[in-house]
C-alpha cells in the first residue's frame, strides 16, 4: 500500500485538520469530534442542514459546508457511519432555533445512527426531520443496504435543500424539497478498479486488467455484473439507459446532469462520458439545463464514474441556481 499518511488510524482526523487550514474562511470544528461546521453557524431564523457518513468520499460532505448548502457534515471513519453521539453534536452546534434537516445516504448504519441522534435531539426539544437519498438504480439490495443505495445525487439534494433553507424558508417546506429532489433523481456508476482503505491495506475487491464493475457502490459494493471493458460510448450507453429505464422524462423535459469521478479517472475521460451523455439526452430530445463534471462523491483512490440526472420543474430549476459558496461547490 503506498499512500501519503501518516498513521492510518489517524487519517480522518489529519484530514480535517488539513480541511480547516485550507479553508478557514469556510469551516471550524466542533470540539465533539470530527464534525465541520460552518464558520456562521448557527444561524438564528434559519433550517439548519446536516449530512455527512464514512470519510474517503471527498469532496463529501465537508466540501458542501457553507452558504447555500450544508451547515455540518459529521466524518465518521473511513467507510463506516459516524456515531449518534456525533450526529447528535452536529445538531446540537448548528440548530439555530428553526430546526435541523438531516439529509442522509441509504446505507443501514447512517440510517440507523442519524435516526438515534435524531431521536437525542427530539429529547432537547430541537425540532429534527430526516430524508433518506436513494438515486442509485444499479441494485435494489446490496451489502450496506436494504432498498437502494444513496450515491452522488446526495449532491443535488443539499445544492437544492440548501438554497431552500437560505431562503428562509421552514422546516416543512425545506423537508417538502429534499423529498421532491429524491423523488426525481437518479444515477449508476461503475468501476476501473478497486480503492485501498487505509487501515486495512489491501484492496477491497479485486477486477482483472481488462475488466470493469458495472454498477458497484460507493464503498465497492458489488454491482449488476463483470465484464470486459469496452469503449466510453458503451459504457455511458448502458449507464444512462438503465437510469432513464428507471425515471420518465419526456421531451422537452430539462435536467440537470452530474458526471461524477470516484478520484482515480482523468478529467479528460469523464468529459468523454459527458459527450456520450450530452448526446443521447439530445437524441431523446430532453433540455440539459445545467452539467457539472468533476470529483463530487469519490471512493478513495477508485478508478471509475458515475453519471446522474436530475429531473427538473421550474421550483428545483430556480433553486439548482441559487448562489452557493463552500470549499467544493461554488455557483454564482
Known amino acids: 500500500m503506498k499512500k501519503l499518511i501518516n498513521n492510518p488510524n489517524l487519517v480522518v482526523e489529519d484530514m480535517i485538520k488539513g480541511m480547516i487550514a485550507?479553508?478557514?474562511?469556510?469551516?471550524k470544528k466542533s470540539d465533539a469530534g470530527n464534525i465541520l461546521i460552518r464558520k456562521d453557524s448557527p444561524i438564528k431564523g434559519k433550517v439548519?442542514?446536516?449530512?455527512?457518513?464514512?470519510?474517503?468520499?471527498e469532496p463529501a460532505h465537508a466540501g458542501y459546508v457553507g452558504k447555500g448548502m450544508l451547515d455540518a457534515a459529521v466524518a465518521g471513519a473511513v467507510f463506516t457511519s459516524p456515531t449518534p453521539d456525533q450526529v447528535y453534536e452536529a445538531i446540537k452546534?448548528?440548530?439555530?432555533?428553526?430546526?435541523?434537516?438531516?439529509?442522509?445516504?441509504?446505507?443501514?448504519?447512517d440510517i440507523m445512527n442519524f435516526d438515534m441522534a435524531k431521536d437525542m435531539a427530539d429529547m432537547d426539544g430541537i425540532k429534527v426531520e430526516s430524508v433518506v437519498v436513494n438515486d442509485d438504480v444499479a441494485v435494489e439490495n446490496s451489502t450496506y443496504t436494504a432498498g437502494r443505495r444513496g450515491i452522488a445525487g446526495t449532491v443535488f439534494v443539499h445544492k437544492i435543500a440548501g438554497a431552500k433553507a437560505e431562503q428562509g424558508?421552514?422546516?416543512t417546506e425545506v423537508k417538502r424539497i429534499a423529498e421532491k429532489v429524491v423523488?426525481?433523481?437518479?444515477?449508476?456508476?461503475?468501476a476501473l478498479s478497486s480503492c485501498i482503505v487505509p487501515a486495512a491495506g489491501k484492496a477491497n475487491f479485486i477486477l482483472s486488467e481488462n475488466e470493469v464493475e458495472i454498477g458497484?457502490?460507493?464503498?465497492?459494493e458489488p454491482g449488476t455484473h463483470r465484464e470486459a471493458i469496452k469503449t466510453?460510448?458503451?459504457?455511458?450507453?448502458?449507464?444512462?439507459?438503465?437510469?432513464?429505464?428507471?425515471?420518465s422524462v419526456e421531451k422537452g423535459t430539462e435536467v440537470a446532469v452530474m458526471v461524477n469521478g470516484l478520484s482515480g479517472t482523468p478529467l479528460m475521460e469523464l468529459y468523454i462520458v459527458n459527450k456520450k451523455v450530452s448526446e443521447m439526452l439530445s437524441e431523446r430530445e430532453i433540455k440539459i439545463h445545467k452539467t457539472?463534471?468533476?470529483?463530487?462523491?469519490t471512493s478513495l483512490e477508485m478508478a471509475g464514474c458515475s453519471i446522474t440526472i436530475l429531473k427538473l420543474d421550474d421550483e428545483l430549476k430556480t433553486l439548482l441556481n441559487e448562489k452557493a459558496d463552500t470549499p467544493a461547490l461554488k455557483v454564482y
Open 183 to 190: 423523488e426525481n433523481v437518479r444515477s449508476m456508476g461503475m
Open 169 to 171: 424558508a421552514n422546516l
Open 93 to 109: 452546534a448548528v440548530d439555530g432555533g428553526e430546526g435541523v434537516l438531516l439529509i442522509v445516504k441509504n446505507y443501514s448504519g
Open 292 to 297: 457539472f463534471v468533476g470529483e463530487f462523491m
Open 22 to 27: 485550507a479553508h478557514p474562511e469556510y469551516l
Open 216 to 220: 458497484m457502490g460507493i464503498h465497492g
Open 232 to 247: 466510453a460510448d458503451e459504457i455511458t450507453e448502458h449507464l444512462v439507459s438503465k437510469i432513464l429505464e428507471d425515471m
Open 48 to 57: 439548519a442542514l446536516v449530512s455527512g457518513g464514512g470519510s474517503g468520499h
